[in-house]
């Protein structure tokens, strides 16, 4: 069970910093404050999406 928790906390750490990330590089390149804070939730979202992918799929191989 420790296990599982901390492999949720260190993806979640990963989708935050991809967002920090996202919303940096957009600042950077000029966007406004709304247009930065959706591109870093859709990175968050993103990395969040393709996390549960990638577990679905390996929970299906390990079957």
């Given amino acids: 069970m420790a296990l599982v928790l901390l492999t949720v906390a260190v993806v979640v750490i990963v989708a935050l ?15 406004t404050w709304p247009t930065a804070l959706a ?19 390996l929970a299906a191989c390990l079957r």
């Fill in 17 to 31: 910093l991809c967002a920090v990330g996202a919303g940096v590089l957009a600042r950077a390149d000029g966007a």
């Fill in 39 to 57: 591109r870093a939730a859709s990175a968050f979202v993103a990395v969040l999406a393709l996390s549960a992918t990638v577990t679905a799929a």
